[in-house]
């Protein structure tokens, strides 16, 4: 057996390169493109994809307004329960049209949420709502 002539090597040498091409095409492509959220916070945003990430640190648009300026919460602020209820309370004694009640409208849409996430998770097509290339 001879030794392998410099031709046949330089002929397979466009055909390795598409291959390295191709290789590393496809593992850029795996970093910038998830199907699901990743556990450690990269790419929750596209265009900075390394913030909140495990680690990094966090930005704060506005000052801190803890009472001690680290840690204990701000006595002279009000509440965030009395401001819910300043913006979201409506008057007493209204009836409710459909007969349910806020938490209970909470509870159910919570529900379907848990629901649709899990049936992507898990590939339940019972209902034939996934597509062939899902």
Not at 37 to 52: H, K, S, T, V
């Amino acid at each position: 057996m001879g030794e392998p002539s410099l031709r046949g090597a330089l002929s397979r040498l466009p055909l390795f390169l598409c291959y390295l091409l191709w290789t590393s095409n496809l593992v850029y492509a795996l970093e910038k493109v998830h199907e699901y959220q990743r556990y450690d916070g990269w790419f929750n945003n596209l265009a900075n994809p390394q913030w909140g990430t495990v680690g990094s640190r966090l930005h704060r648009e506005a000052p801190s307004r803890y009472e001690d300026g680290v840690y204990m919460i701000n006595s002279h602020l009000p509440s965030a329960r009395i401001i819910s209820d300043l913006l979201f309370r409506g008057p007493s004694g209204i009836p409710n049209k459909r007969n349910i009640t806020t938490m209970l409208a909470f509870f159910m849409s919570e529900g379907g949420r848990k629901e649709a996430t899990l049936t992507a998770i898990e590939g339940d097509n019972s209902y034939g709502l996934l597509s062939a290339s899902n």
